[in-house]
């Protein structure tokens, strides 16, 4: 019989904070909330709204890299069954 080892593992999904950065990442990365009559230059090339886009697009893989590497806890090679 398989007992449950008295320590949970850690898990990001429990965590709300985690959660929240998730949320406000996503909602600064996407701009909705630019005033429809703003004028959008033209920086490097390519519109300001997706250079916007892009680097939410970089905090976010960087945060949920930073969460994988730190917040997770996988088993070790040795604990496995």
């Not at 909330?33 to 997706?50: A, C, D, M, Q, R």
């Not at 960087?62 to 917040?71: A, H, K």
Request: net charge negative.
């Amino acid at each position: 019989m398989n007992r449950p080892s008295p320590r949970q593992p850690r898990e990001p999904i429990r965590k709300p904070w985690i959660w929240v950065v998730l949320a406000a990442i996503i909602l600064v990365s996407v701009p909705w909330y630019w005033p429809p009559e703003t004028i959008h230059p033209i920086v490097f090339g390519l519109p300001l709204w997706s250079l916007v886009t892009l680097a939410g697009s970089v905090v976010l893989c960087g945060f949920l890299s930073w969460v994988c590497r730190t917040q997770w806890e996988t088993p070790d090679d040795g604990e496995e069954d």
